[in-house]
């Protein structure tokens, strides 16, 4: 195992190439060291958010001034976008084709990929992943599966259309919509094997963090990042294998004539041989994985936000053990709540009762959390990094999409808001939004520890204010054409004319929109030219209590030169003082974990 | 018009990294060491000012979506249960708004107060069980009754009472288009299933059935005022939605399966052209279109008067923007007189000509009519 197979020492130079002979190959590209690997995972992803946020602009300039010809969408759809008009197809292939992707490759593998295998060793105090070969077939497999999914763009008859959550009949029928020919079974394929890349990761950080963490780091000391990621591949391997059990299924009445989803079909003059399936089926199945996901995405952002509040607050984190206990909750209530978004599906009434009301005890867990950071933002002593206020950011995109579910989640209520902008609004702010400044934040804070380098932080004051106006200007407007009763993934509005008083907002949205993701070439400015040209990072620049900046700022295999520090405390000692009012350790607010206790102070059970 | 909205986008743009610039150049000029690219006292003073900033102009950008955005928001219900639903909607919006405003201030306002100062001492405030247990137990409180009023309303809706005098109507999906088939006067609707559809007889009903005889197929909706409806959903190819904005119902409209949903329309289509609401919509909508048509873009026809509308609400194809039917909600004697002029089922198969031999369908669907319900 690479986790002790490594004598640390003789790594403790700045050249690595002595001892293994290190390749560009194995460097880059086939490595089995877990720093690597997240590296992979970020840039990988990022590059996948390129990609996903581009097509939300174009989409967005669709809804905005529909049926205009932009010579953007010639250059960039070619034969779907003829005069430069974007076609009905390619409008509902974008959608898919976003919500797929920043779903699952941006905020699944690139969030989560990225700090569960960055921060999992370092922060439990390991050499590496329980598996580091494992952890290279997941990361080779996530890529696999991108350029699949990338590749199903370009398919004679178009990307998979039929919305990211592909109910049959419609993704089943290639009569029904060109997308669903070849470009639906890449997707299927990009995500069998994106399920195999995902179960990999997760099963990895759970034996990693159960079986590595070094001497003293109780479960109880553990930095709450860990405890999300750890709870996150929970979550993972419970529900992951049941998406692909309905995209087998769906394989199958695809391509092998079964009707587990498909009957009494009529369609284009033709009676289908399909009998006896149910697309409430496929519906339960796809939500049993869907709901959790979407906890799978932000989780990991709730981990990295308590543990940079805390640290920026130089205060501990408030309810540590209220902490854990809500991320507990919500990880066991998001397996039973994915009947909320079927409450019309057509499902027996009593469900939607059920499911109403388990939905809403999430909000309970959610709501102690929100309560906590707040608080440990009270009587702190802010350090305002651009990690510190996308941080607080998550923090308000959170209550604000937070609160409109406690709509959606009333099977009542839900009845007229259904697939409206509603939704649209509500899941972009609370998971969308606050996932992806979970995912800034996370490279803001551990950018120095990735690469050595820092990056520029007013460049990131200025990523932020940008980025923190335009999300609220895009999806805060939203609710109200959803609350107007439009419904989502139409290719425009202007077909009749009653929702004609809704276009000037569609117009601020998209404006937005183009701002918003136009600042991301900052942030993209700043990332990629700071890993060269940064300043160099000090050890622990941030002044932090976990393990990973105990660490020298050189990467080296197995991660520690010497012995692995034991830990003495939990993560959040900052600005501890004792009984004369004096900090624990003369002169410095914060206490690493390596630390032993000192002579008086009191030690605090959390 | 697009020119126009393009060049403001671009304007827009260029005064944002105009002030961007500034913003760098301020933060820059600090006068202090900006080696590490850690956030400094300075920092602090200017990102804590914009968190409270933030925070106002938010407050701000709120009231100013309600106050301007909220009149495009849906008319009071058209519906018995819809009355129930804007209630509750109301008070969990009020709910949400009340914690929304009180969150968000905390969150900047600490945010501003408690930026960093170089020798300000952080609390060390890592628990207090009785903090925590009140605001558990009043997102309990507060959930509690917010579901049991929920509850009670959704099984008050969807508890449907076919015994009734409510009308029997069958609603009938397919790529890109929806039909209504009426029971008649009977009120039970024929047996239909996909494999009938031939010719004439478009949503399959099966012509053996007696009770279909008298049965009503038409391409718009229209519904007597302040009598029950119950809908029943039949799709013949992929998922739709049939969703009823104004009428606060929805309804998934699935393949193989009916679903169904039930409410009584309170508003005819004539009272809600009247209301002030509904006039300063449409008045507006048609100066929208009057300047648009104007401008010489395009060519937009007059939107003459207002119509409930049915949508399609689910992912169905190309042209899912564009599935509608159109709702005319009348008076009884109005919707008595409309129903006697349409033509029968059995009228309609009889006219049509070179009729298929209804044994060769049966016996070509087989033991699949067991599927064909109603």
Sequence with gaps: MSAVGHTPIDHAHDDHGHHHKETFITKYIFSTDHKMIAKQYLITGLLMGIIGIMMSVLFRMQLAWPGESFWIFEALLGKWAPGGVMSQEIYLALVTIHGT?????????????????????????????????????????????????????????????????????????????????????????????????????????????????????????????????????????????????????????????????????????????????????????????????????????????????????????????????????????????????????????????????????????????????????????????????????????????????????????????????????????????????????????????????????????????????????????????????????????????????????????????????????????????????????????????????????????????????????????????????????????????????????????? | MTPFLIIIVIALFAITIWQLSKIYELSKDTGSIDSTQVANDKDNQTQGKLMLAFGIAFYIFMLYCFWVFSDRALPAASSEHGIEYDSLLLISLAVIMFVQIITQGLLHYFSYQYRGKKGQKALFFADNDKLEFIWTIIPVIVLAGLIIYGLFTWSSIMNIDEDGDAIVIELYAKQFGWEARYAGDDNTLGKANVRFIEGVNSVGVDQSDPYAQDDVITSELHLPVDRPVIFKFRSQDVLHSAYFPHFRAQMNVVPGMITQFSFTPTVTSEEIRETEYMRDKIEKIKQIRLDRSTAGEEDMADYEQFEYYLLCNKICGVAHYNMQMKIVVETEDEYNSWIAEQQRFGELMQDAPEMQDPEAVEAESGNEMAQAQN
């Design chain 1, 101 to 606: 992707i920043m779903v699952f490759f941006v905020l699944t593998a690139g969030l989560s990929g990225t700090f569960s295998n960055l921060l999992i060793p370092l922060q439990i105090g390991a050499r590496d992943m329980a598996s580091g070969f494992l952890n290279m077939i997941s990361y080779h497999l996530f890529a696999l599966s991108s350029v699949i999914m990338v590749s199903s763009l370009f398919v004679e008859a178009g990307p998979a259309s039929a919305g990211w959550t592909i109910y049959p009949p419609l993704s089943a029928l290639p009569q029904a919509i060109g997308g669903s020919g070849m470009g639906m079974t890449l997707w299927l394929v990009s995500m069998a094997i994106f399920i195999a890349s995902s179960l990999m990761g997760s099963l990895n950080y759970i034996v990693t963090t159960i079986n590595l963490r070094t001497a003293g780091m109780s479960m109880t000391r553990l930095p709450l990042t860990i405890w999300a990621f750890f709870v996150t591949a929970i979550i993972g391997v419970v529900s992951f294998p049941v998406l692909l059990s309905a995209a087998l299924m769906l394989i199958m009445d695809r391509s092998f004539g079964t009707s587990f989803f498909l009957s009494d079909i009529y369609l284009k003059g033709e009676v289908l041989a399909n009998q006896g399936g149910s697309p409430v089926l496929f519906e339960h199945l796809f939500w049993f994985l869907g709901h959790p996901e979407v906890y799978i995405v932000i989780l990991p952002a709730m981990g990295i936000v308590s543990e940079i509040l805390a640290t920026n607050s130089r205060k501990p984190i408030f309810g540590y053990r209220a902490m854990v206990a809500s991320i507990l909750a919500i990880a066991f209530l998001s397996t039973i709540v994915w009947g909320h978004h079927m409450f019309v599906s057509g499902m027996n009434p009593f469900l939607g009762s059920v499911f109403t009301f388990t939905t809403l005890l999430i909000a309970i867990p959610s709501a102690v959390k929100a309560f906590n950071w707040i608080t440990t933002l009270w009587k702190g002593n802010l350090q305002m990094n651009p990690a510190m206020l996308f941080s607080i950011a998550f923090v308000s995109t959170f209550i604000t999409g937070g609160l409109t579910g406690i709509i959606l989640g009333d099977s009542t209520l839900d009845i007229n808001v259904h697939d409206t902008y509603f939704v649209v609004a509500h899941f972009h702010l609370v998971m969308g939004i606050s996932a992806l400044y979970g995912l800034l934040a996370g490279v803001y804070h551990w950018f120095p520890k990735m690469f050595g380098r820092m990056m520029n932080k007013n460049l990131g004051y200025i990523h932020f204010w940008v980025t923190s106006i335009g999300a609220y200007g895009i999806f805060f407007p939203m609710h109200f054409i959803g609350m107007a009763g439009l419904p989502r993934r139409y290719y425009t509005n202007t077909s009749f004319p009653y929702f004609d008083d809704l276009m000037d907002l569609n117009v601020f949205m998209t404006v937005f929109a183009i701002i918003t993701a136009a600042i991301q070439l900052v942030f993209l400015y700043n990332f990629f030219a700071s890993i060269f040209y940064g300043k160099k990072a000090t050890q622990n620049p941030w002044n932090s209590n976990t393990l990973e900046w105990t660490t020298p700022v050189e990467h080296i295999h197995g991660n520690w030169p010497g012995a692995i520090p034991h830990v003495y405390r939990w993560s959040y000692d900052y600005s501890k003082t004792n009984e004369n009012g004096e900090y624990v350790i003369p002169g410095q607010d914060f206490v690493p974990q390596h630390i032993p206790l000192q002579k008086g102070e009191e030690e605090l059970n959390h």
